[in-house]
T-cell receptor, first 114, second 110 residues
Framework: EPEVTQTPSHQVTQMGQEVILRCVPI?????FYWYRQILGQKVEFLVS????????KSEIFDDQFSVERPDGSNFTLKIRSTKLEDSAMYFC????????????FGPGTRLTVL | DAKTTQPNSMESNEEEPVHLPCNHS???????IHWYRQLPSQGPEYVIH???SNVNNRMASLAIAEDRKSSTLILHRATLRDAAVYYC???????????FGQGTRLTINP
């Protein structure tokens, strides 16, 4: 069964550094998402992406965040200048089309900011 | 986003049925009821969804009240692998994002 993959599984960085989290969505999917989950808290929506542009973003997704689909397979989340409070699990998700009922999530990248 | 209310935690025994309730009294006519679960140290996983009628799939059943203000996810025969946080989510048709609440942490006793 096709699945969403994410790399790396764990990223440790220093405060102020830039990080790029990578995702490979399911190949025929058109909608892509990033969510995050701070330890012990609920899963929070960050951004949705379709047709090479952001379709919706949350208040969390401020100017330090950006997303990109640099080629036909990867979907990336960049955090320009990491803060301690960016430490969280970041999940990538995808679904086939606008009316698809199921979002498929990756296993997540644990980001630790020191 | 319409709100859902779930118990913080529930406990059941292996091989017994589990009924996970969800209240959504402010549901609108175009909201679908989705259930996802999150196994320990994993990303969320789709379980089932429905609009008005009860639904069955290989993982679970979804029973929806006639007024749609509540629903119940039914695991017919729980296994240890079903221990997870279960999220009841309302999603408007055509909406993209999922809005997660705190969910119900289900513990399965051997």
């Amino acid at each position: 069964e096709p699945e969403v993959t994410q790399t790396p599984s764990h990223q440790v960085t220093q405060m102020g550094q830039e990080v790029i989290l990578r995702c490979v969505p399911i190949s025929n999917h058109l909608y892509f998402y990033w969510y995050r989950q701070i330890l012990g808290q609920k899963v929070e929506f960050l951004v949705s992406f379709y047709n090479n542009e952001i379709s919706e973003k949350s208040e969390i997704f401020d100017d330090q965040f950006s997303v990109e689909r640099p080629d036909g397979s990867n979907f990336t989340l960049k955090i320009r200048s990491t803060k301690l409070e960016d430490s969280a699990m970041y999940f990538c998700a995808s679904n086939r089309d606008r009316f698809s009922d199921t979002q498929y999530f990756g296993p997540g990248t644990r980001l630790t900011v020191l | 986003d319409a709100k859902t209310t779930q118990p913080n935690s529930m406990e059941s025994n292996e091989e017994e049925p589990v009924h996970l309730p969800c209240n959504h009294s402010t549901i609108s006519g175009t909201d679908y009821i989705h259930w996802y679960r999150q196994l320990p140290s994993q990303g969320p996983e789709y379980v089932i969804h429905g609009l008005t009628s009860n639904v069955n799939n290989r993982m679970a059943s979804l029973a929806i009240a006639e007024d749609r203000k509540s629903s119940t996810l039914i695991l017919h025969r729980a296994t240890l692998r079903d221990a997870a946080v279960y999220y009841c989510i309302l999603r408007d048709q055509g909406a993209q994002k999922l809005v997660f609440g705190q969910g119900t942490r289900l513990t399965i006793n051997p």
